[in-house]
Each structure stands twice: as C-alpha cells, then as structure tokens.
C-alpha cells in the first residue's frame, strides 16, 4: 500500500471515510486512468470531479477552441479562455484542482486512423462527444480494445446515458445498430440545450467511471438510464446484448473502423 | 495476531476516523488495533463507524483524560 501524506489523506478523506471506496478504493482511483472524449458539456464536469477524485491519469480529447456559446453550460471553460484549446482550458483547470495528478491534453480530433492508438492507455473511456459519427466510432474502437465506457447524450431538457462493457454488457450498436439519417438530426439552428443538464448527464458519467475503477457498487451495464429534466423524471431502460449486433454479435459485419460524415451539431 | 496502536487525540473530525481505516487497511484480519483517543465526538464515531464496517469492538476503557478502545479487524 501507498503512503499516503497528510495532504493526501485530508484531500481524500471524503472518500477514504466511504466504507465502499475506503483507503483501498483511493488508492485504485491514484492508480486509475480515464480518457474523456469531449472537453464540452458532458466532458466538463466530469473532468473537474474525476481530477478532484485523484484519478492518476486524465486524457481529455478535443479538436475545437473554446467559443463564447459554450460558456453556458461548458463549464470547465471560463470567459478568459475563449479561443484558446478546450482540452488545454480543461486540462489548466484539472491540475488546479489538483496538482498531483497527470492530465494529458489532446487537442485534435479522433478518427479511424488515431482513436485506438489513443485510447488504449486508457482503463475507462468517456464519451462526452455531440456527434453520432463519434459516438459510433468510440463504441467501436472501445469493443475492439476492449475496454470500457460510458455514453452519454443530452439534447433541449433530455439526457441518456449507458456503460458499456466490450463483449459483456450491450454494446452502442447493439442498441442503436447504426447512425440516424442526418436530415432526422436536429440542426444546429434548431438545437438548444438547457446548460444545467449537461452537469447532470456528465457527473452520471464521472460516477461509472469512479465505480469502475473502486469497483464500488453495480455499473450501468445493459441499462439505458434517460432523464426529462423539465419532469425531473428518470427512468431506467434494461437492455440485452444482441445477437445480431454487426460489431459485438455471433456475426460481426464490422471489422475494422472506419470514419463516417459527421452530422455535428454543437452541444 | 499482532497489536497495533494508533494515537489520534490531536485529531479532529473526520481525520480521526481516516486514521484509524489508514491502520486498519495496513494490518491483517484478526489484528488488534488500540486506538487512543479523546471524550465527545471522537469516543462516540470511531467505534461506532469501526463497527459498522464489521470489525469487532473489543473493549472501550478510559484512561485518564483520554480513552482506548481496542479493534479486532474484520
């Protein structure tokens, strides 16, 4: 076992005090690595909680520079930061909470060609993207890699959420099979989000990753949790691998990756 | 089986509690651990949070101005 400082142990005490997490479960969390997909609104909270946790290594991936429409609900960005890198605002931010941990920023975009390469240093994976062409290649390379990750999603007042375990647990695909149409995608004119349920959606995410790597408690593996926030109404969903999923089932038709058009929308 | 003890009557809450899981994490199943500390909060949570995480309390004596309480670890 570590030995814990007197900083340490007063950082963490919140969570060593947990009889479900304890001086082991920190310490797992020390040694654990996340990569989080999107420096946005989902991506936000969670790298500020996961930092906060001590998680030993944080990626954080994105190609895009902060703009001042993201501030609404963004909030890892402040007004100082407009135009600079999000992974590198986001990354500024997590060493602030805490400087003990490593923060790798990656400020490009993923692709077929670089997302395995990427996220394979990585024990858990978080999507906090606003695109289904992302969203589908992340669920790809994670079930070719095998490693294990939550999706997320919010759109007006709504959000989804599921964990995925490559092989296990039902996949993205096993789900949603394919891309929606892009002229079924709301429009960027037509998409607003209220900023408030982003932190709500992606500090869900932060939670199954700090659970991964504790091992604390029971994942939202073969559930999709959704939520109406204009209700406040959850509801949990209880899904099953599919057999003809065409990347995880007894027939895969999906063998490699590969890059489809972006029907980007903002959020 | 061996006998560790710990002093946390210069703690405060809820380092005190933090203390002593540091120990109790570090030592075997079926150890002692002799926790001396104060009167008020600290008597009243740290064998009550100890016994909750299912280790056994074995005595609680005073002993002048502070206490000891002994911990068998789960």
């Not at chain 1, 001086?23 to 996340?34: F, P, R, T």
Request: proline letters at 5%; glycine letters at 8%.
């Amino acid at each position: 076992m570590r030995d814990y400082t007197e900083d340490q142990l007063e950082r963490y005490s919140r969570h060593i005090l947990l009889k479900d997490v304890g001086v082991e479960g920190q310490e797992k969390l020390l040694d654990g690595k996340v990569l989080i997909i999107g420096a946005g609104g989902l991506g936000s909270p969670a790298a500020l909680y996961l930092a906060a946790a001590g998680v030993g290594m944080i990626g954080i991936v994105d190609g895009d520079r902060v703009d001042l429409s993201n501030l609404q609900r963004q909030i890892t960005h402040f007004t100082k930061d407009v135009g600079v890198w999000k992974a590198d605002s986001a990354s500024e931010k997590m060493r602030a909470i805490n400087p003990e941990i490593t923060v790798h920023p990656y400020n490009q975009y993923l692709f077929a060609s670089n997302i395995r390469e990427i996220i394979k240093a990585y024990d858990f994976v978080i999507d906090g993207t606003d695109n289904f062409a992302t969203k589908f290649l992340i669920n790809d390379a994670c079930v070719f890699e095998g490693i294990p990750f939550s999706h997320g999603g919010i759109l007006r007042f709504d959000g989804q959420t599921m964990t995925v375990n490559p092989g296990e647990s039902a996949c993205y695909r096993c789900v949603f099979n394919a891309p929606p149409p892009p002229n079924l995608v709301p429009t960027c004119s037509q998409a607003g989000v209220l900023g408030a349920i982003a932190g709500m959606l992606g500090t869900i995410q932060a939670t199954e990753a700090l659970k991964f790597l504790t091992g604390a408690g029971n994942m939202l593996y073969n559930k999709l949790l959704t939520f109406d926030a204009l209700k406040m109404d959850f509801r949990t969903v209880n899904l099953r691998k599919n057999e003809n999923c065409p990347i995880c089932g007894s027939h895969p038709v999906i063998t490699e990756l590969v890059d489809s058009d972006p029907a980007v929308c903002d959020l | 089986m061996d006998i560790h003890t710990l002093d946390i009557t210069k703690e405060h809450c809820p380092m005190t509690f933090v203390k002593a899981k540091l120990v109790l994490a570090k030592i075997n199943s079926g150890d002692v651990l002799e926790i001396t500390l104060k009167g008020g909060e600290p008597l009243e949570n740290v064998p009550k949070s100890a016994a909750e995480e299912g280790h056994r309390i074995l005595s609680i004596e005073k002993n002048g101005e502070s206490h000891v309480i002994k911990i068998e670890k789960n």
